[in-house]
């Protein structure tokens, strides 16, 4: 069984993380009914005899003792790694995993990069290789963070550059989240734009999530619940709640509903590589089977059911319903248009009580209406693992490799024009050791390329589907 690592960074990436570790709990704790340390839980989480001295040996076999995340903490302002360490999840961390600071980034890619970067990498390097040591066979880092703050973009990517240095064998697979145009932080097109130039060099696979489409579908829930169509009790079990685990309460925070979302999709994303299934798929196979360009590794990510996340009582959806919703832009959590775009390659984690027959007869069903690229006409990776989520029958994650990401790079590089041909707080930036403006010029240029890439791609859509030749044999 290989093991995953976590890295959560900024104050973003630390949000989202501590939900991951408390669903990731859950989901374990409904499976695993006689406290057994089992292989499933050793993916991210060491069981550590805690009588000694308060960080004794591993325990490989026997009952549960003491459960520690697979995780690196680090945030340069302590807030909420404080709040994590008051909260439920206390015990799950312990100090040796966490880096903070006290006066955070201010929202500068290059303070995060450059100074907190060179400032703490004896630190980070240490306590990753002692993470690292942990594992019996380290399979991939997952890196969580934000790239409009200062922190989670500029030290975020220092990681990822320092992860690639000292673990070069091991994936690395980011998750995102993009600023929406109506960000209130105003340097963020700078720092995303910094941030994605990293990215495009260092990251095997990135899934991207914007704000917004958060936002929209957390929006489109409390209306559902609200509207009492669908039933409005509130699932005690569901994996979407809040904190409490009970009915939405007052103490619960805006973003939780929209974090829950992203760890929703970090726990499906490896619920193949933690549970049996009948087509397992590990995460090196994602990278392998969906990348065929190194630098066009941006995964657009779509989730169902999400509407039954949402603590409402839906009827649990039809199963080729459920294909259909992993298609249509209400389940993404990017804003963009995969139907009408070109496919290189599409990925559907299934889980639940779903045959093979099921999948092959739905990827059929569905085919038709989706461009691929006319070299990989049949770029279709699947996998089914029989755990399915708390309080559902069955969930689909669909991750596809597809050219609709290219408005949203569009975007984010008109916004950035927008203040950099103004060099409108540039200064900001460049008072910080080691930052030059070449910087910018670099970062815009490797961002104009990637788009550029899309294009190219996009140019051949519509093109005629010639079947290769076949060799003829005589009779």
């Known amino acids: 069984m290989a093991q995953s690592v976590v890295v959560q960074v900024g104050q973003c990436g630390n949000q989202v993380g501590c939900r991951f570790w408390d669903l990731a709990l859950r989901e374990h704790a409904a499976v695993n009914k006689k406290g057994i340390y089992d292989e499933a839980l050793s993916s991210f989480f060491r069981n550590v005899d805690t009588r000694s001295d308060g960080n004794g040996p591993d325990i490989y076999k026997g009952k549960i003792c003491s459960l520690k995340a697979r995780a690196l903490l680090i945030d340069m302002e302590e807030g909420v790694v404080n709040e994590i360490l008051q909260g439920p999840l206390r015990d799950v961390f312990d100090s040796k995993q966490l880096i903070t600071d006290v006066s955070g980034s201010g929202n500068n890619w290059a303070v995060g990069y450059k100074l907190y970067g060179y400032q703490y990498r004896e630190n980070i390097v240490e306590k990753l290789r ?89 929006n489109k829930i409390n209306q559902m619940a609200n509207s009492g169509k669908l039933g409005s009790t509130v699932k005690q079990n569901s994996l ?41 798929m590990d995460l090196n196979e994602i990278s392998m089977n969906l990348v065929p360009f190194p630098r066009l590794h941006y995964l657009v990510s779509s989730l169902t059911p999400l509407y039954t996340l949402a603590d409402v009582n839906v009827p649990s959806r039809r199963l080729d319903q459920m294909f259909s ?5 209400d389940h993404q959590l990017i804003q963009a248009d995969p139907k009408h775009s070109l496919y290189l390659a599409c990925a559907l984690l299934v889980r639940g009580n779903v045959q093979v027959s099921d999948l092959r007869r739905n990827i059929e069903r569905l085919k038709p209406s989706l461009d691929f690229v006319s070299w990989n006409q049949e770029g279709w990776k699947t996998g089914l693992c029989s755990v399915p989520p708390v309080g559902h029958s069955h969930s689909l994650l669909a991750l596809a490799n597809n050219t609709c990401v290219k408005p949203t790079f569009i975007e984010l590089k008109d916004r950035f024009m927008k203040l950099y041909k103004k060099k409108a707080h540039l200064h900001h930036y460049l008072q910080i050791d080691g930052m030059e403006q070449s ?37």
């Not at 919703?325 to 832009?329: E, Y």
């Open 439 to 475: 910087c910018f010029s670099e970062a815009v240029s490797s961002l104009s390329d990637l788009i550029e890439e899309y294009n190219e791609l996009d140019a051949t859509k519509g093109g005629p589907r010639t079947d290769p030749s076949r060799l003829k044999i005589a009779v």
């Open 325 to 329: 919703d992993a298609f249509s832009r």
């Open 130 to 218: 002692k993470t690292a040591e942990h594992c019996d066979c380290l399979q991939c880092f997952f890196i969580i963070h934000s790239m409009g703050g200062g922190t989670g973009s500029g030290l975020g990517t220092f990681v990822l550059n320092l992860l690639e240095d000292e673990f070069p064998e091991v994936y690395r697979f980011v998750t995102s989240v993009y600023p929406s145009g109506e960000d209130d932080v105003i340097t963020s097109p700078y720092n995303s734009v910094l941030a994605m130039k990293e990215l495009n060099e260092h990251a095997d696979c990135v899934l991207p999530i914007e704000n917004e489409s958060l936002f929209d579908i957390v």
């Open 240 to 280: 979407v709640t809040s904190s409490a685990g009970s009915a939405k309460t007052l103490q619960e925070k805006p973003f939780d509903a929209m974090n829950n979302i992203v760890a929703n999709l970090l726990l499906n994303l490896t619920s193949s590589a933690r549970f049996e299934g009948s087509l397992n």
